[in-house]
């Protein structure tokens, strides 16, 4: 028996291009990783797939370290990156799935479907040969079909009314906005929703500052809740927009990367009205740079539930075949110095995601007397020495509860099933013409439509349809929420850029609350410092 295992033995080490002795040989972690190749694929019981191998073996060896550290194929790579970029190649639509049918909501100014004459309500039935309507695909797979390199072509059937007319589309670069909401929440007030951090965020926002100040704006609520982040730089640029030249933003440091820290270049257009961001549990990465940026700076405040607390810088390594590896090289810190990234243990990243169930159980939610505040990680603002602190997050300067005042699960339902979806599609189908004849711009709609009963009598018969029983007092709860989606929904879909939120935020805790404080200048100025 001791010859036999002798006899594997030796081959083995002259794979790993090792010998045999009497000594026990040390190997470097790098030899002992070929080895492990050679001996793998040499020896398996199977074919080894060696690109399956090698992505199995990085994804382990970086799941060994923090929880952002990541490893992408080619295709998660791109689909990744797309939105961070502020483009993709596609057709320029915006589309809905009611039932199982591709409904154009809204074609991209300058994009190839506006300019082959694609309108909001046609409903793509094929593209290059294969049926898209009647299979229940999910919008992934119908992206699969309109998407593609840049210069190629997809020709599309698409069902006007009951006419079908036939396009031939050369697929183009479309463009991936970061601002998602622009609109005056009142005669002096503007709202910006910022949904990610990407190469062309801070243009958009520019823009929009300069577009509501003709308008009237003297104070700005900046909405980064649902925010994930993006690139750090984005988040630098967008911060310089609110504060004076030279002033810190962030600062990185890191085990093999030289300590920096980021300042302003140049003055900010917006750098004397009111300022108020509001964040959730969701707000992370560069939408904390920013907010960590306004408040220790003093510039402006936070309004909502504790931040995310990702304070790892991660940098892109691309390999030649457009995988990457998004490797976690420094911590940044807010201008007071503090880290904001919540506690972790290598190679634990499931316990590390189970955070913001921990932090319902413990009430935080709820209650802001359960955000942890420790005094070893208490630090102090620039200008005006507010107590901020580290360790997890950006805590609020005014805390909002989580707001579930209009939820049922009736209106869980409601939404799930996409009743709501398809009973605007629907109602903006049949009445576009008259709609848009009687309200010609937002403004106008905004000022003067009210949803009909017999839209909100129509949902709720589709709902029963689909098996959504009705329920008077959970609808009595809801409905006022369930209309405001509605009219919402109806003016996303009539006109380009339509705002959405504008008809849900009067219902939005974290947003009257904003708007309450950036109303009252002595409260604002109290909790500032001055």
């Known amino acids: 028996m001791k010859n036999i295992s002798r006899l594997i033995l030796i081959p083995l080490l002259a794979l790993a291009g090792l010998t045999l002795s009497a000594q026990v040989m040390e190997l470097t972690p790098s030899q002992k990783l070929r080895a492990a190749e050679r001996i793998i694929n040499s020896f398996y019981v199977e074919d080894v797939d060696d690109a ?44 809905n799935m009611p039932e199982d049918t591709v409904y154009v909501i809204q074609t991209i100014t300058g994009g190839p479907s506006q300019k082959a004459g694609l309108l909001p309500g046609d409903r793509i039935i094929a593209a290059n040969d294969t049926v898209l309507a009647g299979r ?89 809740s649902g925010n994930g982040g993006g690139y750090l730089g984005a988040a630098f640029d967008m911060a310089g927009e609110f504060l004076p030249k030279n002033t810190p933003v ?47 700076n003093d510039r402006g405040l936070v309004v909502g539930r504790r931040t995310f607390g990702k304070g790892l810088v991660q940098r892109p390594f691309p390999f030649p075949d457009g995988s990457m590896i998004r490797l976690t090289t420094s911590r940044y810190y807010t201008p007071s110095g503090r880290c904001i990234q919540k506690p972790y243990e290598k190679g634990k990243s499931e316990e590390y995601q189970l955070d913001l169930l921990n932090r319902m159980a413990s009430g935080e939610l709820w209650h802001a007397d359960s955000i942890p505040q420790p005094d070893s990680l208490r630090y102090e603002t620039l200008r005006k020495h507010r107590p901020v602190y580290g360790g997890g997050g950006i805590t609020p300067d005014v805390f909002v509860p989580v707001d579930t005042t209009y939820y ?36 106008a709609f ?12 129509a949902m709720i018969e589709r709902a029963t349809e689909a098996g959504v029983s009705f329920k008077a007092d959970e ?47 002595e409260r604002y100025n109290k909790l500032l410092g001055n």
């Open 52 to 95: 399956e191998l090698a992505t199995e073996a990085i994804k382990a060896m970086l799941k060994t370290l923090d929880p952002h550290s990541s490893y992408t194929t080619p295709d998660e790579t791109k689909e990744f990156t797309a939105p961070l970029e502020g483009k993709f190649s596609g057709i320029g639509i915006t589309f």
């Open 136 to 224: 229940k695909m999910k919008n992934s797979e119908v992206m699969k079909h309109l998407r593609g390199p840049e210069g190629t072509e997809v020709r599309l059937q698409v069902k006007r009314g009951e006419e079908l007319i036939d396009f031939n589309l050369v697929r183009a670069e479309i463009p991936i906005y970061s601002v998602d909401e622009t609109f005056m929440a009142d005669p002096t007030t503007g709202y910006i929703a910022v949904s990610r951090f990407g190469e062309s965020t801070a243009q958009e926002v520019k823009g929009a500052i300069k577009a509501l100040k003709k308008k009237g704006m003297k104070n700005l609520i900046i909405d980064l």
């Open 475 to 521: 609808w009595e709860r809801s409905a006022p929420l369930v209309r405001a989606v509605l009219k919402g929904l109806i003016c996303r879909d009539l006109y380009e850029k339509g705002s959405y939120y504008r008809a849900v935020a009067p219902l939005n805790k974290d947003y009257t609350e904003a708007l309450r404080l950036i109303n009252d200048p």
């Open 446 to 457: 905004y000022g003067g439509f009210v949803l009909p009963d017999e839209v909100v009598q």
């Open 250 to 296: 962030v600062s990185t440091s890191g085990r093999a990367v030289a300590p920096q820290t980021f300042v302003t270049e140049e003055q900010g257009d917006f750098l004397d009205g009111r300022v108020v961001v509001i964040a959730n549990q969701y707000t992370a990465s560069a939408a904390e740079i920013l907010s960590g940026a306004l408040q220790d």
């Open 408 to 443: 049922s699960p009736y209106y869980r339902d409601l939404m799930a099933k996409a009743v709501v979806n398809r009973t605007v599609v629907n109602y903006v189908d049949k009445n576009r013409s008259e709609l848009l004849k009687k309200y010609p711009t937002e403004e």
